[in-house]
């Protein structure tokens, strides 16, 4: 954790480890340890959160792990995300909308500290863009909790290139954590990965293997997909889930693909495509299987 008053430039792991789907895992504190262990053992140490994830529980399962083992904290980065306010009897919020007020960002951050059971956040996103953002608003409020030492860093996340540049215009963003899979290849085109590229910011990566898709989806092009990197992988003697994260790596902006999965086997398989280079030919193969036409 960078200390209070001093935000270095953060280093978040090559592959990081989303929490999303936590609270589907039904680990008792202890197995919650045990995860977080070996997944720093595998290099893993960089943490993705959002205030609402697992219905607003997600971040509360994890820190009481961190309670339970606060040895663990130093050894981490924690990334979470705010903005979204989601239908809710309890809130009085009667239509889903994103919030970037002074008010609502703050007390989002308050309450994931006292989830998380931290004094910092590493990392703090925007969950989405919101269409009723005010910039210089917003980086003010930024600046605010970063002085009170609460978020070391903050970045967007699902920006476009526009709602990216206004709001790096007034305040530093570290990262856009985009969707990016062999089965949602939007990004390469929207400009959004060539807008990290330009400006040096390495995009964090969300749904690589297309939230479970690509090992059981029926539509004809995960069909498709499935069929052609099932070849790949059995040639370059990797499995379906390397080869995914291998393709999303293999991408010059230098992508942090964000882990969903529950099973430390599925950590181990992402970890391993760090040492796997595909060449440009299997990444287009791949590319064609999904579009279902070769490139013009
Ligand atoms: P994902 O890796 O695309 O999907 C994970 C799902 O795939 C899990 O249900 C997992 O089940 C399943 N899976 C993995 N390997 C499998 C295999 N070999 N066979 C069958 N199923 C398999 O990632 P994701 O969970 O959708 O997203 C990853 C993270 O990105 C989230 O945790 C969250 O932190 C972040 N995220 C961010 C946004 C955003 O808007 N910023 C949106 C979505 C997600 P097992 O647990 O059984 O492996």
Same mark, same amino acid.
């Given at each position: #954790? ?19 789907r936590?609270?589907d895992w ?9 995860? %977080? ?6 290099? %893993? ?30 050894? #981490? ?52 863009? @919101?269409?009723? #953002? ?59 990965? @060539? ?9 964090? %990566? ?25 070849? %790949? ?28 999965t529950g099973r ?17 030919? @299997? ?14």
């Amino acid at each position: #954790m960078p200390d209070r008053n001093t935000p270095t430039r953060l280093e978040l792991s090559p592959i990081v480890a989303g929490l999303w789907r936590i609270a589907d895992w039904h680990l008792d504190v202890p197995a919650r340890v045990r995860w %977080i262990e070996q997944a720093l053992e595998l290099g %893993i140490a960089s943490f993705d959160h959002a205030d609402i994830y697992g219905d607003h529980r997600a971040e509360t399962l994890f820190g009481e792990a961190l309670k339970a083992a606060p040895a663990l904290r130093s050894r #981490m980065q924690l990334v979470t995300k705010c903005g979204i306010r989601l239908r809710s009897a309890q809130r009085a919020v009667q239509v889903k909308h994103y919030d970037t007020t002074a008010a609502y960002v703050r007390a989002q951050v308050e309450q994931s500290l006292l989830n998380l059971r931290t004094e910092q956040l590493d990392l703090v996103l925007i969950h989405r863009p @919101d269409y009723l #953002m005010d910039a210089a608003a917003l980086a003010q409020t930024f600046a605010a909790l970063t002085r009170e030492g609460k978020v070391a860093h903050w970045g967007v996340s699902n920006h476009g290139t526009g709602q990216f540049a206004l709001l790096h215009r007034h305040h530093p963003l570290l990262t856009n954590q985009l969707e990016l899979s062999p089965l949602a290849l939007h990004a390469l085109d929207d400009g959004t990965l @060539d807008q990290c590229q330009q400006l040096g910011v390495r995009p964090m %990566i969300w749904s690589p293997l297309g939230g479970g898709r690509l090992f059981t989806g029926g539509d004809a092009q995960a069909l498709r997909v499935r069929e052609a990197m099932t070849a %790949i992988a059995a040639r370059c003697g990797i499995s379906l889930a390397t080869l995914a994260y291998a393709w999303i790596l293999r991408h010059p902006s230098r992508p942090h693909p964000i882990t969903g999965t529950g099973r430390i086997e599925g950590l181990r398989e992402a970890v391993a495509a760090l040492d796997v280079q595909i060449d440009a030919q @299997d990444w287009y193969a791949i590319w064609t299987a999904s579009k279902g036409h070769a490139v013009p």
